[in-house]
């Protein structure tokens, strides 16, 4: 059973910086395709940053230079680093685990909150 946990979420002051972590349970950790979403109050779920088995990253527009996705296959576990951190990146923050043959899995979500 494919199990993902997120932590290292919580309250924080505009500017400063937290660390996303998600470990898997139940996969084959190293051939998955690793993201991180977030979904504010009243939004859709967007994609945030994503990292390939083989170590491609994708970032979404607004987090580019500020966030970064990494991998550590040998702890099952993939990181989002969220550097200057502002009001609008108050979300959710889910882990998603896509298997080579395109089968999703979610985490239950961490929460993000940016305020002074």
């Known amino acids: 059973q494919v199990q993902l946990v997120e932590s290292g979420g919580g309250l924080v002051q505009p500017g400063r910086s937290l660390r996303l972590s998600c470990v898997a349970s139940g996969i084959s950790f190293p051939v998955y395709t690793m993201a991180w979403y977030h979904q504010a109050p009243g939004k859709q779920r967007e994609l945030v940053a994503a990292?390939?088995?083989?170590?491609?990253?994708t970032y979404r527009v607004p987090v580019k230079g500020r966030f970064t996705i990494s991998r550590d296959n040998a702890k099952n576990t993939v990181y989002l680093q969220m550097n200057n951190l502002q009001p609008e990146d108050t979300a959710v923050y889910f882990c998603k685990a896509t298997a080579p043959w395109g089968m999703d899995s979610w985490g239950k979500g961490t929460l993000v909150t940016v305020s002074s």
């Open positions: 990292v390939t088995s083989g170590g491609t990253t």
